[in-house]
């Protein structure tokens, strides 16, 4: 009985294609290649087209889907961009941490006398602004420690 039982499992582990078992990337084994290209082939018969996209919005929404506007080509954009540079001739700033949930900014002033943390969080929705630190060293140590003073709290409005 336990004799067909292996044999069994043997047949099915046969059966079973895998491109690359864990056992033959340690072992040094070729994986199929001939797998591999049926699953790149299968991959990019999941993709779907833009027009393809662009069809099923004017389906079931019944209206022309929304063009995408490049960055920077908006009258609107270009204005702001315009008023930000007027107020603020000389940008300073590094980053401290961006990812897909928190982005920090710390901003200096070109004489390197007063740094501001900036933090958006987009888990809770809300961005920080820090007090006025007068070294780079002071900020730092108060960021990564956890003690730096969050003077304003926005509500990030979505939608």
Partial sequence: MANRTMQQK?????????AMPKELM??????NRGVLGEYKERAKG????????????KTFYKRDPIPSIPAG???????????LKERI???HFFSVLDNCWHKTICFYNAQKTCFVMAHTDLRKLITRRSIEYNSKDRIMQAYY?????WISCQSIKSG
């Fill in 145 to 149: 420690s956890g003690k730096i003073i």
């Fill in 10 to 18: 043997a047949l099915k582990l046969r059966k079973q294609r895998r």
């Fill in 46 to 57: 999941l993709g779907i087209s833009e027009d393809e996209v662009n069809l099923l919005i």
């Fill in 26 to 31: 340690r072992s040094g084994i070729i994986p």
């Fill in 73 to 83: 080509e908006s009258k609107e954009i270009k204005a702001l961009l315009k008023e």
């Fill in 89 to 91: 001739p000389e940008q």
